[in-house]
């Protein structure tokens, strides 16, 4: 029997349930929100409210029997919540045989625009990719202590059905923000999926896997792309110096980078859907 625990079902996690969740005799998810878990349970999925604090006794019952989990959640300032309160109940399960973390390329350092791998030290400049590298690492622990393999997926600029520029034009709230040099990374939401479904299949691979797609690309040239498409015009060009955005926004650009995927495709065997951003956009914008 197969038993899947999701620490946290947001985007990412509940699209790997979509398309793959069927490969599991059972499923438990957890959620902070009374407004998710509502939903989760009207599609008949077995929902906890888990927030870090203890786990409630149906979600124990199913860390117990849990044969594989994946953590979704991110960490907080003390730390990552799924093991703060359900690290017991996990070293105990007796079937556990694999565990999947979703973590962020923000974990690696600013490269001038070049080239990052999964060997690259991870020495993020943010304090939420300083909390990632923690919570990696004690995810990586875990896994040693418990004798358990544990894979680190690092997933790139997140977009997909509902989110990403194609929503932001169609919202009239897509901006065109020029920062000279800059590229990202992208990946489609159901490259993710597939991601996580090879790792369930070869538990060995990494332990860290960037799940990029193959092109990193100036936003601008993105958005732009986005617009011809859907046969709009593209929003006015702004420079990033004098842009209106939140300081979260601005931390996003403080990093420049590409990030290969060679163990993706080399190793773990995925072949992406949406290899670069113009496949993606192509399929949203139909």
């Known amino acids: 029997m197969k038993r899947l625990v999701v620490f946290g079902c947001g985007y990412s996690a509940r699209r790997f349930l979509e398309l793959h969740g069927g490969g599991f005799d059972a499923v438990d998810v957890t959620t902070r929100s009374e407004a998710t878990a509502a939903a989760l349970r009207a599609d008949g999925v077995a929902v906890h409210l888990f927030d870090g604090a203890p786990a409630s006794a149906a979600l124990l019952t199913a860390i ?97 059905p509902g989110r990403g520029p194609v929503e932001h034009l169609r919202a009239g709230t897509a901006k065109r923000l020029i920062k000279p040099g800059q590229v990202f990374n992208r990946i489609h939401v159901d490259d993710i999926a597939a991601a996580i479904a090879a790792g369930v299949e070869r538990p060995l691979v990494g332990p860290v896997i960037n799940v990029t797609d193959h092109e990193p690309a100036a936003p601008q040239d993105v958005i732009a792309y986005a617009a011809a498409r859907l046969g709009v015009a593209p929003p006015p060009e702004v420079p990033f110096e004098t842009a209106a955005l939140s300081p979260m926004q601005r931390s996003f650009y403080s990093s420049n980078k590409r990030v290969a995927n060679r163990v993706l495709r080399e190793q773990l065997g995925v072949r992406l859907a949406f290899p670069t951003y113009r496949e993606g956009i192509a399929a949203l914008a139909r």
């Open 64 to 160: 117990a029997e849990a044969t594989h989990v994946l953590v979704s959640a991110p960490p907080d300032a003390t730390g990552d919540p799924s093991l703060r309160g359900a690290g017991e109940a996990l070293r105990a399960a007796r079937s556990l045989r694999w565990v999947g973390y979703l973590s962020t390329i923000g974990v690696y350092p600013d490269a001038d625009g070049g080239w990052v791998d999964e060997a690259t030290p991870p020495d993020s400049d943010s304090e939420r990719g300083r909390r990632r590298v923690i919570a990696e690492g004690s995810w990586l622990a875990f896994g040693t202590e418990k004798g358990v393999p544990v894979q680190i997926f690092r997933l790139a600029g997140i977009y997909g």
